[in-house]
């Protein structure tokens, strides 16, 4: 990849496309993990595209570019975020709307909305993209500390999950506790939801 | 669903959307300048569809031109306009001009002054001076009313270049405030005004002696001498610094400054027929163009197929294979010996048509020189370990005379 990197940052078009054809996978499951719809993630990803084009030649380190160009796709994916957040700010909000379209990914999708969104972004880079929590720490500009109480809540709340869906015919009272902290933490997530969709 | 299904689910390889596929093909056809679309300023005034759009790096195919209209400026008259008929700091330093290499440039009317202000806010901006040769072009912004601390960035927001009449040609450009360092011989920073390195922790400073800033923009055409003489457009928006590791301005004060004026410019070189093989690396080297800012040369070179390792974002490995690229341009040996070994700046390279194996490359210099005192063409046959300076040992050398 460094190569790639390197002929892109001599303004080698081919290279440059190449490369970021190669990360079309992880840019578009860290957009999802931000944005709600397959739309708002391809003009996410769009301007990624042209940002990290225009500015190759700050890029010092060829070996941070993924780091580097994650970053830049968080920062377009809330740039989306804040205006919608504008736009809609005294409209009423529906759900996430479901605009993914075809069956192929309806799985993954599936999974993707079982996650909390506080959670979502750092399970998506840790576990999926495979960045350490450091460079998660980086890209998101937030405390390390932050980023591993964030897997680790967000492991809880898998496996909370997990345990609401086999175990609710037969729970035990701690069980049903925690059932209801996460059925009362969903609420306040919904209420985040419909502030950012 | 259980907490190991969900990460493995999330893990697996997925059908991009359509919809992000096809995005996504615009923005590389638009880098590849297949296609021409605004993006930092988006008109769809006549005005603006009919010119040229430059965008920072990007190749683009130009629309047909479309007469100039006016924009309403502050113009200096001919008493005023001679505080400004001095050289930029950042060009004349940047550039590392002698005074007789400046007199010649004005004289060859390839560095010219244009004294126009535009006043926003508290903060007026002048369009101080470009110098412009066949392919390249800098220009140099004055701004005046607007501070920052040492290590703080300022910046545009938005910049917009739109260059009339200019034909057929795919270019780009590039542009920021003005620094004070420059590389040196070795490519290590170097303060431009007394050559000492940029120290450990130093904190680079954007301002000038009288409190100005300076703001750079340099542009490229593939194209032989589409700049000179041709109507330009800049629009410079929303004024700022860049805060910590953001990516976006910081926006301090809002507005637009907008200049028209004629690119000036000389399209004098000193040419050289070379035919001279570089080495066993397969190039030829055909013809040299050289100006006081850059150098154009060709190469005959069969075309040399790579393949390398890459790696996807699943970490599987595929194979990819690309064409090598000639021996870089690297610098020049002056008769009095002389060497300058890192001067080739921005620039382009690559095939003149699919089915050629003529390839041409493009570079500004990093510094003025005076091409009649050039002795010899250097080319990079082999990069030294770590950040050692480049030898002779590591250079094709190509006398031109």
Redesign the interface.
């Known amino acids: 990849?460094e190569?790639?990197v390197k002929?892109a940052q001599n303004?080698d078009?081919?290279?440059?496309?190449?490369l970021?054809?190669?990360?079309?996978?992880?840019m578009?499951?860290a957009s999802r993990a931000i944005l709600a719809n397959?739309?708002d993630?391809?003009?996410a990803?769009?301007e990624t595209?042209?940002?990290c084009?225009?500015?190759m030649?700050q890029l010092e380190n060829p070996a941070y570019f993924r780091t580097w160009m994650t970053?830049?796709l968080i920062?377009k994916c809330n740039d989306i975020l804040r205006k919608k957040e504008k736009l809609l700010f005294t409209e009423e909000i529906p759900e996430i709307p479901s605009q993914?379209?075809?069956y192929?990914?309806m799985?993954?999708n599936?999974?993707?909305k079982?996650?909390d969104e506080k959670y979502r972004l750092v399970?998506?880079l840790y576990?999926?993209?495979?960045y350490k929590t450091s460079e998660i720490s980086m890209i998101l500009?937030i405390p390390e500390s932050t980023v591993r109480t964030r897997l680790a809540r967000g492991?809880q709340r898998?496996?909370m999950?997990?345990g609401r869906?086999e175990d609710t015919a037969d729970c035990s009272s701690a069980a049903c506790g925690i059932k209801d902290i996460t059925i009362l933490e969903n609420k306040n997530v919904q209420i985040q939801r419909r502030r950012l969709v | 669903?259980?907490?190991k299904?969900?990460?493995e689910?999330?893990?697996?390889?997925?059908?991009?959307?359509?919809?992000?596929?096809?995005?996504?093909a615009?923005?590389?056809t638009?880098?590849?300048?297949e296609k021409v679309s605004m993006?930092k300023f988006e008109s769809t005034s006549e005005k603006t569809m009919n010119r040229k759009s430059l965008?920072?790096?990007?190749?683009r195919r130009m629309w047909p031109a479309a007469a100039a209209a006016a924009v309403a400026l502050t113009v200096f008259g001919a008493g005023a306009a001679a505080a400004y008929m001095q050289w930029s700091r950042g060009l004349e330093e940047g550039l590392r001009t002698t005074a007789e290499q400046r007199q010649v440039l004005e004289d060859k009317k390839m560095a010219s002054f244009v004294g126009q202000s535009v006043t926003q806010g508290d903060v007026t901006v002048t369009m101080q001076q470009s110098i412009v040769d066949n392919y390249f072009a800098y220009l140099s912004f004055k701004v005046e009313g607007f501070e920052v601390e040492d290590g703080i960035q300022p910046g545009f927001s938005g910049v917009s270049v739109e260059v009339e009449d200019s034909g057929d040609y795919t270019g780009?450009w590039?542009a920021s405030f003005y620094d004070g360092l420059v590389p040196d011989n070795d490519g290590r920073a170097v303060h431009a005004a007394d050559g000492t390195p940029l120290g450990e922790g130093e904190q680079i400073s954007y301002t000038m002696e009288d409190g100005s800033l300076e703001f750079q923009v340099m542009m490229q055409s593939d194209r032989k001498g589409c700049f000179i003489g041709k109507p330009i457009h800049v629009e410079l928006k929303d004024l700022g610094t860049y805060a910590g590791?953001a990516?976006?301005v910081e926006v301090a004060v809002e507005g637009t400054w907008k200049f028209d004026w004629t690119l000036q410019g000389s399209d004098e070189v000193v040419e050289y027929e070379l035919n001279t093989p570089l080495g066993d690396s397969g190039a030829t080297l055909l013809t040299a163009e050289l100006s006081p800012i850059s150098i154009s040369v060709s190469y005959d070179f069969p075309r040399q197929e790579e393949t390398?390792m890459?790696?996807?974002?699943?970490?599987d490995t595929m194979m990819?294979t690309?064409y090598a690229e000639a021996p870089y341009f690297s610098g020049v040996r002056l008769k009095d010996g002389t060497m300058y070994t890192r001067l080739a700046g921005?620039?382009?390279e690559g095939y003149t048509a699919e089915d050629s194996d003529v390839y041409e490359s493009t570079w500004a210099l990093r510094r003025v020189i005076d091409v009649e005192q050039v002795e010899s063409l250097l080319f990079i046959k082999s990069y030294p370990e770590g950040e050692q300076p480049l030898t002779e040992e590591n250079l094709y050398i190509v006398p031109v005379e």
């Not at chain 2, 689910?9 to 995005?23: G, N």
């Open positions: 990849m190569n790639l002929k303004r078009a081919d290279a440059f496309t190449a970021m054809q190669s990360q079309m996978q992880n578009y499951k397959e739309e993630a391809a003009d990803i769009s595209i042209l940002t084009w225009e500015k030649s970053r830049i920062n993914d379209t075809g192929a990914n799985e993954w599936e999974a993707l079982s996650l399970i998506m576990y999926v993209e495979g500009e492991r898998l496996a999950e997990y869906e | 669903m259980k907490q299904d969900t990460i689910i999330l893990k697996a390889e997925i059908e991009i959307p359509e919809i992000v596929q096809k995005k996504a615009e923005a590389f638009q880098i590849k300048g993006r965008r920072p790096f990007t190749r780009g590039n590791k990516e976006d390398e890459v790696m996807d974002e699943n970490g990819r690309m921005g620039g382009a």
